[in-house]
């Protein structure tokens, strides 16, 4: 079966340039819920080891009481850690946040092509995920070879090894896979391609027209009597 995913369209279109030294020790994890599935144990710990790097927490983290209470000392008193909560990627803020940050930290147990990566990519995060987020980091990101505390924190200490011309290598490279893999075009190409494939049909040759060819039915919504 075809894979069909796309983030939603992105306000960051322009590729921002980095001050490297500043912001290489300063990482993002993003999620919008479950966060022990997407790995926010394993990087809240491993953080918590590595008082020299920086970690801003975006997501629904409070709201998951249970988790929050157990990661409250992580999550709220570690002086390298900053839980901002829910941030809507189209937003000013989400800029300001990841115009900060080098990269982004992703150990998610499985996903399919994981938004919160694709999403970090397009604002020029490098990913260092695990396989499970279903994205090829293989030159734009790092891999963590396993999810575990210690394999995030080796990640972490690989990613600090590398020099700041091949961070922002590796920033632009993100950036640039994410419109090349992800962008409108590719999902409605993968879309077309996924319909063919169920309904074991040929292309119709409409889908080749331009906008301003196609024929859109008009549709009429009446109210119930």
Same mark, same amino acid.
Request: proline letters at 3%; glycine letters at 4%; aromatic letters at 10%.
């Given at each position: 079966m075809t894979r069909v995913s796309q983030i939603r369209p992105h306000a960051i $279109? $322009?590729?921002?340039?980095? $001050?490297?030294?500043?912001?290489?020790?300063?990482?993002?994890?993003?999620?919008?819920?479950?966060?022990?599935h997407k790995g926010l144990d394993l990087v809240l710990e491993a953080f918590s080891q590595r008082p020299n790097?920086?970690?801003i927490v975006v997501g629904n983290v409070p709201e998951e009481r249970k988790f929050a209470a157990v990661y409250h000392e992580e999550l709220f008193d570690c002086s390298n850690i900053d839980a901002v909560g829910w941030v809507d990627t189209l937003s000013d803020e989400f800029r300001r946040i990841t115009s900060s940050a080098i990269a982004l930290v992703a150990p998610s147990a499985t996903e &399919?092509?994981?938004?919160?990566?694709?999403a970090g990519m397009m604002s020029g995060l490098i990913p260092v995920t695990t396989v499970g987020t279903d994205i090829d980091v293989d030159g734009i990101g790092l891999p963590i070879m396993n999810d575990s505390v210690e394999g995030v924190g080796r990640a972490l200490d690989?990613?600090?090894?590398?020099?700041?011309?091949? &961070?922002?290598e590796l920033s632009r490279a993100a950036?640039?896979?994410s419109r090349e893999r992800y962008g409108k075009a590719?999902? &409605?190409?993968?879309?077309?391609?996924?319909?063919?494939?169920?309904?074991?049909?040929?292309?119709?040759?409409?889908? $080749?027209?331009s906008a301003d060819e196609l024929k859109i039915p008009k549709i009429s919504i009446l109210k119930r009597p």
């Open positions: $279109d $322009d590729f921002i340039v980095r $001050d490297i030294d500043r912001c290489r020790n300063t990482f993002v994890w993003i999620g919008g819920s479950s966060s022990v790097l920086n970690l &399919l092509s994981c938004g919160s990566v694709i690989r990613f600090q090894e590398r020099t700041s011309v091949e &961070l922002a950036w640039e896979a590719q999902f &409605l190409a993968s879309m077309q391609a996924a319909l063919c494939e169920v309904l074991d049909v040929e292309r119709p040759p409409e889908w $080749d027209k």
